[in-house]
Protein backbone atom coordinates (compact mmCIF):
# COMPACT_ATOMS: atom_id res chain seq x y z
CA UNK A 1 0.00 0.00 0.00
CA UNK A 2 0.95 3.29 -0.78
CA UNK A 3 2.44 5.82 2.37
CA UNK A 4 2.85 9.27 3.36
CA UNK A 5 5.61 10.70 5.12
CA UNK A 6 4.09 13.84 7.43
CA UNK A 7 7.20 15.14 9.07
CA UNK A 8 6.42 18.09 11.76
CA UNK A 9 9.23 20.25 13.89
CA UNK A 10 7.01 20.49 17.13
CA UNK A 11 9.78 23.47 18.45
CA UNK A 12 12.15 24.11 20.88
CA UNK A 13 11.22 22.21 23.99
CA UNK A 14 13.93 20.29 26.42
CA UNK A 15 17.42 18.06 26.50
CA UNK A 16 16.80 15.81 24.14
CA UNK A 17 15.63 14.93 20.10
CA UNK A 18 12.66 12.59 20.63
CA UNK A 19 11.88 10.81 17.60
CA UNK A 20 8.40 9.10 17.65
CA UNK A 21 7.64 6.86 14.37
CA UNK A 22 4.46 5.23 14.11
CA UNK A 23 4.06 2.53 11.74
CA UNK A 24 0.20 0.94 11.93
CA UNK A 25 -0.20 1.37 16.28
CA UNK A 26 3.08 1.32 16.65
CA UNK A 27 4.74 3.74 18.67
CA UNK A 28 8.75 4.17 19.63
CA UNK A 29 10.58 6.74 21.65
CA UNK A 30 14.36 7.27 20.25
CA UNK A 31 17.17 10.15 21.84
CA UNK A 32 19.39 11.44 19.83
CA UNK A 33 22.35 13.25 20.44
CA UNK A 34 24.82 15.11 17.85
CA UNK A 35 28.38 15.92 17.98
CA UNK A 36 27.83 15.59 21.62
CA UNK A 37 25.75 18.62 21.70
CA UNK A 38 22.03 18.05 22.79
CA UNK A 39 19.45 19.72 20.53
CA UNK A 40 16.11 20.64 22.01
CA UNK A 41 13.13 20.01 20.04
CA UNK A 42 10.61 17.29 19.45
CA UNK A 43 11.06 15.55 15.86
CA UNK A 44 7.77 13.63 14.99
CA UNK A 45 7.49 11.12 12.08
CA UNK A 46 4.23 9.55 11.25
CA UNK A 47 4.12 7.28 8.63
CA UNK A 48 0.30 7.64 7.36
CA UNK A 49 -1.67 4.85 5.39
CA UNK A 50 -3.18 7.07 2.29
CA UNK A 51 -6.21 4.98 2.01
CA UNK A 52 -9.00 6.47 3.55
CA UNK A 53 -7.38 8.32 6.77
CA UNK A 54 -9.68 10.09 8.85
CA UNK A 55 -8.95 11.34 12.78
CA UNK A 56 -10.85 12.59 15.82
CA UNK A 57 -10.89 16.89 15.98
CA UNK A 58 -11.19 18.42 18.74
CA UNK A 59 -12.49 22.11 20.10
CA UNK A 60 -12.04 23.37 23.05
CA UNK A 61 -14.01 22.19 25.91
CA UNK A 62 -14.03 18.95 24.28
CA UNK A 63 -13.38 16.02 26.78
CA UNK A 64 -9.80 13.82 25.40
CA UNK A 65 -9.26 10.48 26.15
CA UNK A 66 -6.89 8.33 24.41
CA UNK A 67 -6.57 5.04 26.94
CA UNK A 68 -3.85 6.61 28.48
CA UNK A 69 -4.47 10.55 29.19
CA UNK A 70 -7.69 12.04 30.15
CA UNK A 71 -8.23 15.68 29.83
CA UNK A 72 -9.89 18.82 28.84
CA UNK A 73 -8.98 20.78 25.59
CA UNK A 74 -7.58 24.15 26.52
CA UNK A 75 -6.13 24.58 23.01
CA UNK A 76 -6.36 23.24 19.59
CA UNK A 77 -5.28 23.92 16.01
CA UNK A 78 -7.19 24.81 13.50
CA UNK A 79 -7.30 21.47 12.06
CA UNK A 80 -8.58 20.44 15.11
CA UNK A 81 -5.79 17.19 15.33
CA UNK A 82 -3.80 19.05 17.67
CA UNK A 83 -3.77 20.93 21.19
CA UNK A 84 -3.06 20.90 25.08
CA UNK A 85 -5.37 19.56 27.34
CA UNK A 86 -5.46 19.98 31.46
CA UNK A 87 -5.81 17.25 33.85
CA UNK A 88 -8.96 16.39 35.77
CA UNK A 89 -7.19 16.50 38.87
CA UNK A 90 -6.02 19.30 41.12
CA UNK A 91 -2.62 18.79 43.24
CA UNK A 92 -3.10 20.04 47.30
CA UNK A 93 -0.99 22.95 47.91
CA UNK A 94 2.77 22.21 46.92
CA UNK A 95 6.08 24.40 46.99
CA UNK A 96 8.07 24.60 43.58
CA UNK A 97 11.02 23.74 44.89
CA UNK A 98 11.09 22.71 49.03
CA UNK A 99 14.68 24.02 49.20
CA UNK A 100 16.22 27.16 48.97
CA UNK A 101 18.05 27.86 45.56
CA UNK A 102 19.10 30.04 42.86
CA UNK A 103 17.84 30.02 39.24
CA UNK A 104 17.85 27.36 37.17
CA UNK A 105 17.19 28.84 34.16
CA UNK A 106 13.79 27.68 33.08
CA UNK A 107 12.18 30.75 31.55
CA UNK A 108 10.26 30.08 29.02
CA UNK A 109 6.87 31.82 29.22
CA UNK A 110 5.41 29.98 26.29
CA UNK A 111 6.08 25.90 26.34
CA UNK A 112 6.16 24.59 29.87
CA UNK A 113 7.32 21.12 28.78
CA UNK A 114 10.99 22.92 27.99
CA UNK A 115 10.62 24.16 32.05
CA UNK A 116 9.83 20.15 32.87
CA UNK A 117 12.54 18.83 30.80
CA UNK A 118 15.07 21.03 32.74
CA UNK A 119 14.19 20.44 36.00
CA UNK A 120 14.24 16.61 35.35
CA UNK A 121 17.96 16.98 34.32
CA UNK A 122 19.06 17.47 38.13
CA UNK A 123 19.49 14.90 40.79
CA UNK A 124 16.81 13.91 43.28
CA UNK A 125 14.41 16.17 41.08
CA UNK A 126 11.28 14.67 42.33
CA UNK A 127 11.74 15.17 45.42
CA UNK A 128 13.11 18.75 45.19
CA UNK A 129 10.56 19.99 42.76
CA UNK A 130 7.48 18.92 44.04
CA UNK A 131 4.78 20.63 42.28
CA UNK A 132 6.88 19.15 38.61
CA UNK A 133 7.01 16.08 40.68
CA UNK A 134 3.27 16.04 40.76
CA UNK A 135 2.67 16.79 37.11
CA UNK A 136 5.27 13.80 35.88
CA UNK A 137 3.26 11.36 38.13
CA UNK A 138 0.22 11.72 36.36
CA UNK A 139 1.45 9.94 33.90
CA UNK A 140 3.35 10.05 30.48
CA UNK A 141 3.53 13.33 28.97
CA UNK A 142 2.46 15.59 31.69
CA UNK A 143 4.14 18.54 33.01
CA UNK A 144 4.26 21.94 34.79
CA UNK A 145 2.27 24.53 32.93
CA UNK A 146 4.35 27.65 31.19
CA UNK A 147 2.81 31.28 32.92
CA UNK A 148 1.70 31.97 29.47
CA UNK A 149 -0.34 28.53 29.05
CA UNK A 150 -1.57 29.39 33.19
CA UNK A 151 -2.48 32.39 32.37
CA UNK A 152 -4.91 31.05 29.26
CA UNK A 153 -6.63 28.39 31.22
CA UNK A 154 -6.91 30.86 34.17
CA UNK A 155 -8.00 33.74 33.36
CA UNK A 156 -9.25 33.36 29.51
CA UNK A 157 -13.08 33.80 30.57
CA UNK A 158 -13.86 31.38 27.20
CA UNK A 159 -11.81 28.90 27.71
CA UNK A 160 -12.37 29.11 32.11
CA UNK A 161 -15.70 28.90 31.41
CA UNK A 162 -15.61 25.89 28.35
CA UNK A 163 -13.00 23.95 30.35
CA UNK A 164 -14.94 24.47 33.87
CA UNK A 165 -18.23 22.82 32.43
CA UNK A 166 -16.45 19.63 30.99
CA UNK A 167 -14.33 19.31 34.14
CA UNK A 168 -17.81 19.24 36.20
CA UNK A 169 -19.66 17.25 33.77
CA UNK A 170 -16.55 14.27 33.68
CA UNK A 171 -16.18 14.17 37.74
CA UNK A 172 -12.92 16.21 37.73
CA UNK A 173 -12.18 18.78 39.90
CA UNK A 174 -12.88 22.63 38.89
CA UNK A 175 -10.55 25.44 38.51
CA UNK A 176 -9.97 27.65 41.75
CA UNK A 177 -12.88 30.44 41.51
CA UNK A 178 -12.14 33.35 40.51
CA UNK A 179 -11.81 36.30 43.47
CA UNK A 180 -10.86 32.97 45.49
CA UNK A 181 -7.05 33.89 47.28
CA UNK A 182 -5.38 31.20 46.06
CA UNK A 183 -2.76 30.95 43.47
CA UNK A 184 -1.95 28.30 40.68
CA UNK A 185 2.38 27.73 40.19
CA UNK A 186 3.53 28.10 36.87
CA UNK A 187 6.76 26.50 35.76
CA UNK A 188 8.62 29.83 34.66
CA UNK A 189 10.96 31.39 37.08
CA UNK A 190 10.82 35.06 37.65
CA UNK A 191 13.63 36.45 35.31
CA UNK A 192 15.83 38.24 37.35
CA UNK A 193 18.28 39.31 34.97
CA UNK A 194 15.81 41.52 33.41
CA UNK A 195 14.91 42.69 36.61
CA UNK A 196 18.23 43.53 38.15
CA UNK A 197 17.36 46.56 40.49
CA UNK A 198 14.61 44.43 42.36
CA UNK A 199 14.99 44.42 45.78
CA UNK A 200 16.02 41.05 47.02
CA UNK A 201 17.59 37.64 45.52
CA UNK A 202 15.13 37.39 43.20
CA UNK A 203 16.42 34.37 41.97
CA UNK A 204 14.91 31.90 44.39
CA UNK A 205 11.13 33.38 43.05
CA UNK A 206 9.07 31.89 40.34
CA UNK A 207 5.95 33.40 38.26
CA UNK A 208 1.89 32.34 40.02
CA UNK A 209 -1.17 33.62 38.81
CA UNK A 210 -3.48 34.82 41.75
CA UNK A 211 -7.40 34.21 41.18
CA UNK A 212 -8.23 36.51 43.88
CA UNK A 213 -7.24 39.32 41.37
CA UNK A 214 -5.81 37.58 38.10
CA UNK A 215 -2.17 38.77 38.73
CA UNK A 216 0.82 37.60 38.03
CA UNK A 217 2.99 36.93 40.56
CA UNK A 218 6.45 36.46 41.74
CA UNK A 219 6.54 34.01 44.41
CA UNK A 220 9.27 32.46 46.74
CA UNK A 221 9.91 28.98 45.32
CA UNK A 222 9.33 27.07 48.79
CA UNK A 223 6.11 28.35 49.11
CA UNK A 224 3.35 26.25 48.85
CA UNK A 225 0.23 26.95 45.59
CA UNK A 226 -2.03 24.51 43.26
CA UNK A 227 -0.88 22.60 40.46
CA UNK A 228 -2.66 21.54 37.39
CA UNK A 229 -0.65 19.59 34.97
CA UNK A 230 -1.15 19.82 31.05
CA UNK A 231 -0.27 17.85 28.15
CA UNK A 232 0.03 17.91 24.51
CA UNK A 233 -2.40 15.90 22.30
CA UNK A 234 -2.22 15.14 18.53
CA UNK A 235 -4.77 12.33 17.25
CA UNK A 236 -2.79 11.11 14.51
CA UNK A 237 -0.92 9.18 17.55
CA UNK A 238 -3.82 7.24 18.47
Known amino acids: KLFTTHLDIIGMIGIFVECRVRVSVHLEHINLFFNNEHYYFFLKIILDNMDNQSFKTYKLGDYYDDGFRQGVVFEVSTDGLQG ?73 DK ?21 Q ?33 GACRAAFKYDSCYVRAVALFDSRDR
Open 84 to 156: KILSLSQSEKLQWSNWIEFARHVEDRKIGIKNQCKIQKYADWHERYPAFAWCSDQGDGWYLPAIDELKRIALN
Open 181 to 213: NESYWSSTEFDWEENIDCMGDMRSFALSVCMRD
Open 159 to 179: IYDAVNQTLLAKGGVKLLDRG
